[in-house]
Nanobody, 123 residues
Framework: VQLQASGGGSVQAGDSLTLSCASS????????MSWWRQAPGKQRELVSA????????YYPNSVKGRFTVSRDIAKGTASLQMNSLKLEDTAVYYC?????????????????WGQGTQVTVSS
Protein backbone atom coordinates (compact mmCIF):
# COMPACT_ATOMS: atom_id res chain seq x y z
CA VAL A 1 0.00 0.00 0.00
CA GLN A 2 1.24 3.44 -0.88
CA LEU A 3 -0.17 6.92 -0.49
CA GLN A 4 1.45 9.70 -2.47
CA ALA A 5 0.60 13.25 -1.45
CA SER A 6 1.29 16.07 -3.87
CA GLY A 7 0.29 19.60 -4.73
CA GLY A 8 2.00 21.53 -2.00
CA GLY A 9 3.81 24.75 -2.68
CA SER A 10 4.44 28.32 -1.67
CA VAL A 11 1.52 30.71 -1.96
CA GLN A 12 0.44 34.05 -0.59
CA ALA A 13 -2.19 34.57 2.04
CA GLY A 14 -5.62 34.46 0.48
CA ASP A 15 -4.58 32.14 -2.32
CA SER A 16 -5.89 28.67 -3.01
CA LEU A 17 -4.15 25.35 -3.33
CA THR A 18 -5.32 21.81 -4.02
CA LEU A 19 -3.58 18.81 -2.55
CA SER A 20 -3.95 15.34 -4.00
CA CYS A 21 -3.38 11.92 -2.50
CA ALA A 22 -2.93 9.04 -4.89
CA SER A 23 -3.35 5.54 -3.56
CA SER A 24 -1.99 2.25 -4.82
CA UNK A 25 -2.08 -1.32 -3.63
CA UNK A 26 -5.32 -0.92 -1.71
CA UNK A 27 -9.05 -1.21 -2.23
CA UNK A 28 -9.54 2.52 -2.02
CA UNK A 29 -13.31 2.35 -1.73
CA UNK A 30 -13.00 0.51 1.58
CA UNK A 31 -10.98 3.24 3.29
CA UNK A 32 -11.83 6.46 5.01
CA MET A 33 -9.38 9.19 4.07
CA SER A 34 -8.08 12.15 5.96
CA TRP A 35 -5.65 15.03 5.78
CA TRP A 36 -3.41 16.04 8.65
CA ARG A 37 -0.84 18.74 9.04
CA GLN A 38 2.11 19.41 11.24
CA ALA A 39 3.83 22.73 11.62
CA PRO A 40 7.32 23.05 13.12
CA GLY A 41 7.18 22.73 16.88
CA LYS A 42 3.51 21.83 16.88
CA GLN A 43 1.54 18.64 17.19
CA ARG A 44 0.01 16.96 14.19
CA GLU A 45 -3.58 18.03 13.70
CA LEU A 46 -6.45 16.76 11.65
CA VAL A 47 -7.68 19.18 8.99
CA SER A 48 -10.25 17.04 7.21
CA ALA A 49 -11.65 13.56 6.92
CA UNK A 50 -14.08 11.79 4.65
CA UNK A 51 -15.80 8.48 5.17
CA UNK A 52 -15.27 5.51 2.90
CA UNK A 53 -18.60 6.20 1.24
CA UNK A 54 -17.86 9.89 0.89
CA UNK A 55 -21.14 10.59 2.58
CA UNK A 56 -19.73 12.35 5.62
CA UNK A 57 -16.91 14.77 6.14
CA TYR A 58 -15.24 16.41 9.10
CA TYR A 59 -13.43 19.70 9.50
CA PRO A 60 -12.10 21.42 12.59
CA ASN A 61 -13.19 24.98 13.14
CA SER A 62 -9.78 26.26 12.06
CA VAL A 63 -10.42 25.28 8.43
CA LYS A 64 -14.19 24.92 8.23
CA GLY A 65 -15.58 26.92 5.34
CA ARG A 66 -12.16 27.21 3.70
CA PHE A 67 -11.10 23.60 3.08
CA THR A 68 -13.02 20.94 1.19
CA VAL A 69 -12.13 17.27 1.10
CA SER A 70 -13.26 14.95 -1.66
CA ARG A 71 -12.52 11.56 -3.06
CA ASP A 72 -12.62 9.93 -6.48
CA ILE A 73 -13.16 6.24 -6.01
CA ALA A 74 -12.61 5.45 -9.68
CA LYS A 75 -9.20 7.11 -9.63
CA GLY A 76 -8.31 6.06 -6.08
CA THR A 77 -7.50 9.61 -5.08
CA ALA A 78 -8.42 12.02 -2.33
CA SER A 79 -8.14 15.77 -2.66
CA LEU A 80 -8.06 18.74 -0.34
CA GLN A 81 -9.14 22.05 -1.79
CA MET A 82 -7.78 24.86 0.35
CA ASN A 83 -9.10 28.37 -0.13
CA SER A 84 -8.37 31.65 1.61
CA LEU A 85 -5.12 30.32 2.93
CA LYS A 86 -3.71 31.93 6.04
CA LEU A 87 -0.20 32.18 7.41
CA GLU A 88 -1.14 29.65 10.10
CA ASP A 89 -1.94 27.06 7.44
CA THR A 90 1.78 26.67 6.81
CA ALA A 91 2.72 23.06 7.57
CA VAL A 92 3.56 19.72 6.09
CA TYR A 93 0.33 18.07 5.00
CA TYR A 94 -0.17 14.33 5.12
CA CYS A 95 -2.91 12.11 3.80
CA UNK A 96 -3.91 8.96 5.62
CA UNK A 97 -6.17 5.98 5.06
CA UNK A 98 -8.16 3.92 7.55
CA UNK A 99 -10.27 0.88 6.90
CA UNK A 100 -13.60 1.76 8.44
CA UNK A 101 -12.35 3.56 11.52
CA UNK A 102 -14.55 3.94 14.54
CA UNK A 103 -13.48 7.53 14.94
CA UNK A 104 -12.36 9.58 11.93
CA UNK A 105 -10.60 12.06 14.18
CA UNK A 106 -8.18 9.66 15.84
CA UNK A 107 -4.76 9.33 14.23
CA UNK A 108 -4.25 5.86 15.63
CA UNK A 109 -7.18 4.63 13.57
CA UNK A 110 -5.29 5.27 10.34
CA UNK A 111 -3.41 2.39 8.82
CA UNK A 112 -1.45 4.10 6.08
CA TRP A 113 0.16 7.51 5.73
CA GLY A 114 1.55 9.43 2.82
CA GLN A 115 4.97 11.07 2.87
CA GLY A 116 3.76 14.66 3.28
CA THR A 117 3.77 17.73 1.10
CA GLN A 118 4.87 21.17 2.23
CA VAL A 119 2.47 24.09 2.15
CA THR A 120 3.95 27.50 2.86
CA VAL A 121 1.75 30.57 3.09
CA SER A 122 3.41 33.97 3.15
CA SER A 123 2.10 37.48 3.52
Amino acid sequence: VQLQASGGGSVQAGDSLTLSCASSGMSFSRYAMSWWRQAPGKQRELVSAITWTGGSTYYPNSVKGRFTVSRDIAKGTASLQMNSLKLEDTAVYYCAAAQRPIRLTTALEYDYWGQGTQVTVSS
